[in-house]
Structures are given as C-alpha cells and as structure tokens.
C-alpha cells in the first residue's frame, strides 16, 4: 500500500514484531484484550497491513488487468473480534486497489470454494479468500488463512506476506488510513456466499443418492456447531436433504463458546455430542470446529468417530471408490490403522507428518509421482479429498459419510448408522492411548545459547540410539517425523512440535503395564537433558 503523499508520522502505532504472528501457513494472534499476560499483538492497524500485503502478493501472482480490479472474499467464523477485523481487512485490500467482497458468518472451506464457483450473481470466482479464524483458541484469539484457486497458502507465502506486513505499517500514515476507509466503502460489496456453497453440498448427497430428493427422509441427525461457524449444516444442508435436525445444539454463533471448545478432539465436545443422540434417540450425531474445517461424528449407539476411527471410517468409504489407493495419514495414528487399511480394506497406509497442510502436500506429492491417493486426512479431524481439490473440509467430510448412509438406504439396506458403523468393524484399537507433553525451558542454561529446535533434535538423537541398543524394542523401518519405536505389544513416538519447545510424546499400547514400559525406555534416555521438563512423563509413570 502507498502511504499518503504527506508524512505525518502516526505516533500511537506500536511496535510490533510481525514474524511472531506466524502459525505455520496461518497467522495467529490476540485481537482481544482483557486476558493476563495476553496483549493485543492483532490490532486494526496490524491487520490492515497484512491484508494490503496479502493484496500485493496476490497482485505479483496474478496477471493484473488494469481495466478489471482483482476480487478477495473476506469471511469469519463467530468470533467477537470478527467484525472489527473483517473492517480491517476490506480496508487493507481496498488500500491496494483491490475490490472486496464480504461474506460475513462463513466456513473456511467455503471461502477457498469461492475461488472455484463460477457464477456472476454472486461475484464469482474472486482472485483471492481471506477466512478470519483462530479455530479452536480460546474467544481472545483470531487470525487468517488466506486462499487462491490452487489452495491454501503455504509458510513460505505466510512469510513473505509478514515481511511485506512490516514495510506497510512503517510507512502509515494518518492521512494514507483516512483514504483507506474512503476506498474500502467505495470498493466493497456484500454476498451470501453461503447459500451457494450449502447448495453444492446438497446435491453432492443427491447425485450419490442416485438423484433422490430427500435421500435422508426419516433418518434423525443432530448437529453440534459449539457455537462456530457451522450452524448452517443443520438448515441448510441436512434439512433440505430430508432429515430431522431436533435435538441440534449450539447452532447459534457465540464467539466466547459458552458450551464447550468447539473442536472434535476435545473429550468435553464429544461427550455433549454423544449425550445429546443418546437423548433424541437419533440415528447420527455430527460435531463440528469453530471454522468447519474438522469435523467428527458419533453412531446411535454414541460410539465415536473421531481421531483414528473416523480416519479408518473415511478409508473404508474411499477405497470401496478407489480400491488400492494410498492413504496419507499424519505420524500420531495407530499401528492397528495401519493394520485395517492394509489388510482389511486393501488400501496402502503412508503415515507421515503432523500438520494438516503436510499431510495434504505429501498426498498431492504422491500423486505427481504415480502413486495414487485419494484421501489425506490427520487425526484432528483435518481431512481432505482428491476428488474435493485437495480441501481439509469437515463439512464435505460429512457429505462423504451422509452420503454412504443414502445409498445404504437407497440399495434397499436398512439399520441407520449401523452401516458406518459395520464400515470400521476389525480394528484394532489400543486400550491405553496417551499424549504427554515434555516441554523444553528456553531459558535453562543447558541450552548453552542454542535454540529449542536444535536441544529437541539432541533428545530425539540420543533416544535414536538409546533404542537401537535395546533388543526389547525395535525402531520403525519408515518413519517421516521423530522417533517411533514399537515393543511390548504397543508403540510411542516422540517428536519436536512444529510450532512449540515441546516433544509430545505419543504411547499407545494394549495395557496400562505396557505403556508403562515404553514410557520408562523414554524417561531413562531423556533423563540426560536437564531443560527438558518430564512431569507429565513421571507423573503417567507413577500411577503404575
């Protein structure tokens, strides 16, 4: 963005370290005050220069016609920073000569579709998406992801746009930011993109359904948004398609998620979404995140699918489609996955790294190489489809599944969600499944002035070799993140967060006694690094 010709300085801007901000392929910060220890680091001014940066990266991507502005899409999830922040943006985009378009309550997936749909009425498809979410954060929180037609932005874009971010905000000024907010309402219009995206999902359900109308008449399914984003599923998709929705629950957007975290791995979530088929007698439960990007179910019986299982249930859909293919799973999922995929349904497992944008580059990969996939999909509930352009989209997810639910029905078989439910039927599951963190003191002298990322590395190379010496356990022969090691009837995984000075670390095994065990090979080798803080290991090893 071009500062104004005057120079007036703008004094109250404060000094911001930009960088920070980076999550990965998203940008995260605070944009509510009010928490301890908790500044506000995403400010108006803050958020107007990454939006003007995104919009000169995308510009240099594009080949821009003068005569014809680039469209970005702006969409929130229901946050309560969302509004201000949604202002900064369309300011920011505007100041770059871009117009804008505003969705308002969106889905994240929605706003990378809106690159895609091809339909004039509603200003579509736009050159870029800018999505306002922090997921599953606490309400004081927010941040973006930002789109084009090839997808989601990677690290590499997310920091370039940073350092793009800093030069902007250096060069505001008072008058650049009063003409801002004059070309942000000039340039911007409003959408109900929702409604075409809720539309495409419907008829994904009744092509599937071999061109039924309502193919879920008289199937109950009741919905838990946690009060995100994802409200919609119930009225807009499930109900048109047929099925009753009595008994859904926080559908309503509340951006300080009174009722529980809305996010599909945590125990309170499930528990309510299970509680409340069990109660409506219903034949389907779906939960969703605050942005609709994961998501999760639960049979009649309240039996989850979620983490590995929903993993599994999504493998037994794709490969009846696409029998052999590969699936890509991130490094925390079980060895009796691997187990069902491979034996059970015929498929191949390629376990790789965390982080769902990883998961998805390396299926994308794979494919490039002449190794089918169709699926890659992370134990959060991040999962994505060839067949969907790649997208993590927790509602598409649920399209999948709903849609093997009417064709079940349509090929005449009966018995509700029993038929989800028979799909994962053989897999091994572990009875002790545990992550524990083992957080690393930045500032403990045994550093010696290095970084976190390299003290995490001498842990994982010391244990490496701790394992190799001990005939008991046995190192995994391909593994793409960390130490994994089986024995005792079980495994664990220790790994360096991506973002974090923490090593999960990951136990699975078929007692309490085993897991026990593993977690002592672990303790007796990283006993050796005083910064690295093993309460949580000690305190999982005393309840032996």
Not at 299 to 304: I, N
């Amino acid at each position: 963005m071009a500062a104004a010709s005057s120079t007036t300085a703008v004094p109250y801007l404060d000094k911001v370290d930009f960088m920070k901000l980076q999550n990965g392929s998203d940008i995260r910060g605070v944009a509510v005050p009010g928490v301890e220890g908790e500044p506000v680091t995403l400010t108006e001014p803050v958020t107007e220069a990454i939006a003007a940066a995104f919009s000169a990266w995308l510009s240099e991507k594009k080949k821009v016609d003068a005569s014809k502005p680039l469209k970005v899409s702006v969409g929130h999830d229901s946050r309560i920073s969302a509004q201000v922040l949604q202002d900064a943006v369309t300011r920011g985009v505007a100041s770059a000569g871009l117009d804008v378009v505003q969705y308002g309550l969106a889905s994240t997936p929605a706003m990378f579709n809106s690159t895609l749909t091809e339909d004039e009425a509603f200003l579509c498809p736009v050159d870029g998406a800018i999505m306002i979410t922090a997921s599953h954060l606490p309400f004081n929180r927010n941040g973006f992801k930002f789109f084009t037609n090839a997808g989601g932005l990677g690290k590499a874009d997310i920091k370039n746009i940073l350092e793009r971010a800093v030069d902007i905000y250096n060069s505001f000024t008072d008058e650049g930011l009063m003409k801002s907010k004059g070309k942000a309402s000039e340039s911007l219009k409003r959408v109900d993109y929702m409604t075409v995206y809720t539309s495409d999902l419907v008829k994904a359900v009744r092509k599937a359904a071999g061109n039924i109308e309502k193919p879920l008449e008289g199937f109950h399914i009741v919905v838990d948004a946690g009060n995100g984003a994802g409200g919609f599923f119930a009225e807009k998709v499930l109900q048109p398609l047929g099925a009753i929705t009595s008994g859904s629950q926080f559908l309503e957007p509340d951006g300080m998620f009174p009722n529980h975290i809305p996010n599909p791995e945590d125990k309170a979530a499930m528990k309510a979404i299970a509680q409340a088929v069990l109660e409506n007698k219903a034949d389907l439960g779906i939960i969703f995140d605050t942005d609709v990007d994961r998501s999760a179910a639960v049979d009649s019986t309240a039996r989850e699918f979620n983490r590995n299982r929903l993993i599994a249930l999504m493998s037994a859909i794709v490969l009846e489609e696409h029998p052999g293919t590969t699936i890509v799973t991130d490094s925390v999922t079980s060895d009796g996955l691997t187990t069902f995929i491979e034996n059970k349904l015929g498929g191949k497992h390629h376990r790789f790294k965390r982080g769902y944008k990883n998961v998805i580059d390396e299926a994308v990969r794979l494919n490039s190489v002449g190794e089918e996939s169709h699926l890659a999909i992370e134990t959060s509930g991040h999962g994505a489809l060839k067949e969907n352009h790649w997208l993590d989209d927790g509602a598409y997810l649920m399209v999948k599944v709903l849609n093997k639910l009417a064709s079940a029905r349509a090929s005449g078989i009966a018995g509700g969600s029993k038929v989800l439910t028979d799909l994962v039927e053989g897999l091994q599951e572990p009875r002790v499944a545990v992550e524990l963190r083992l957080k690393i003191d930045q500032n403990h002298p045994d550093l010696k002035g290095g970084s976190f990322r390299e003290y995490g590395e001498a842990v994982l190379k010391l244990l490496e070799n701790h394992v190799e010496s001990d005939p008991k356990l046995q190192k995994a022969p391909v593994n793409y993140e960390g130490v994994r090691v089986s024995g005792f009837g079980g495994w664990f995984l220790l790994r360096l967060s991506l973002h974090d000075p923490v090593l999960p670390l990951n136990i699975e095994a078929s007692s309490h006694e085993d897991a026990v065990k593993l977690g002592l090979a672990v303790a007796s080798a990283v006993k050796k690094f005083p910064a690295l803080d093993t309460s949580a290991l000690d305190k999982f090893l005393q309840t032996s």
